[in-house]
T-cell receptor
């Protein structure tokens, strides 16, 4: 079991460029999440997908779009990157029915926007 | 707005001592609180969950308390080891699938 995998691990973009961050989980979880982590701040929820076929905005959705491609995969797209989107991005998955919403995180993508 | 606050200063303790980390929440009443561990360059890893109707939860050398009057959770690591050095995150639900994370407290355990 690989758990949650993310690609790429590192990325440097120029302002205005676009890119998609990929995430996949092999735990058959229904719910998946995208967070960003900035120095001195807690992880902030960008978007989440409660189940396959649904997506909802989190705390900081502006500038991002998501696609829940199937039960395993949940991608995050930056259409026109801005320096303010420089951050570490984490994908997570969970199975709410287990009663504790324990989230399993990927290793993160470190994104720099110049 | 709903907030979780953790001590932003790093906690330095000697090996073998008990580390105590604090999490305070404001403007809401979470149904549960979770604690995660995060090592540099890695994603958080779940450690423990405590529900609002539980006063204390233990797992090996870890103990978590939940005081709904003080709006606070304490996270204890007994007989701490250098391998316990990491950042510890307090997390709570805010309804449905949404959670909020504290910024974390960095723990250093010296041999």
């Amino acid at each position: 079991n690989a758990g949650v995998t993310q690609t790429p691990k590192f990325q440097v973009l120029k302002t205005g460029q676009s890119m998609t961050l990929q995430c996949a989980q092999d735990m058959n979880h229904n719910s998946m999440y995208w967070y960003r982590q900035d120095p001195g701040m807690g992880l902030r929820l960008i978007y989440y997908s409660a189940s396959e076929g649904t997506t909802d905005k989190g705390e900081v959705p502006n500038g991002y779009n998501v696609s829940r491609l199937n039960k395993r995969e949940f991608s995050l797209r930056l259409e026109s990157a801005a320096p303010s989107q420089t951050s570490v991005y984490f994908c997570a998955s969970s199975e709410i029915s287990r009663g504790n919403n324990e989230q399993f995180f990927g290793p993160g993508t470190r994104l720099t926007v110049l | 707005s709903q907030k979780i606050e953790q001590n932003s200063e790093a906690l330095n303790i000697q090996e073998g001592k008990t580390a105590t980390l604090t999490c305070n929440y404001t403007n809401y009443s979470p149904a549960y609180l979770q604690w995660y561990r995060q090592d540099p360059g890695r994603g958080p890893v779940f450690l423990l969950l405590i529900r609002e109707n539980e006063k204390e939860k233990r797992k090996e050398r870890l103990k978590v308390t939940f005081d709904t009057t003080l709006k606070q959770s304490l996270f204890h690591i007994t007989a701490s080891q250098p391998a316990d050095s990491a950042t510890y995150l307090c997390v709570s639900n805010t309804g449905g699938f949404k959670t909020i994370f504290g910024a974390g407290t960095r723990l250093f355990v010296k041999a």
